[in-house]
């Protein structure tokens, strides 16, 4: 009888076991902390990125502080896109989403804009890292900043976790 109950007990905690390791984990609220401008402009130099239309040189939109662009969306960022290429609007990236705007001037790539997903991060501002950067990697805009310069224009509606592109282009 307690031989029995041992058996009983030890499959049911094998099959519990099996089955917990089954479970869909949701990581989307992981946070990424600790970046520096170094170790973003890293980032952007890092393979797997897709760019969006196809990597047409875009024109900038209204009042845009940017020129001409390219964008692109590392393989967290791209996982959060639909069908179409697009965030749905009231869609959010998952942490570690990195988009870079890679900015011409006179058709030739002259710096990078980015904005990295990093809810939790301390130089974090609405949850991203916002930084522009030289293509040697100096900073232009510092991530310790807090997108100051940036946050208002990027607040518009419909509302794509503050990425501007999808709604003028």
Known sequence: MIKKR?????????VLTAVNSCVYHDYSEITTVGNTDQS?????NEAG??????????????????????????????????????????????????????????NVLALYAVIKKSPGDASAADGHLWAE??????????????????????????NRDLIRTFDLH
């Open 49 to 106: 990125y897709v760019y969006y239309q196809n990597g047409d040189l875009l024109s900038p939109a209204g009042p845009s502080p940017h020129g001409s662009f390219k964008l692109r969306f590392n393989t967290i960022a791209q996982s959060s896109l639909d069908n179409t290429g697009e965030l749905p609007a009231n869609g959010a990236f998952a942490a570690g989403a990195v988009i870079v705007k890679e900015i011409y001037e006179n």
């Open 133 to 158: 950067y030289a293509l040697d990697g100096s900073t232009i805009v510092s991530i310790t900043e807090k997108g100051t310069k940036c946050i208002d224009c990027h607040s518009g509606t419909p």
């Open 6 to 14: 041992i058996i009983g007990l030890v499959i049911g905690f094998s």
């Open 40 to 44: 973003l402009f890293a980032e952007v």
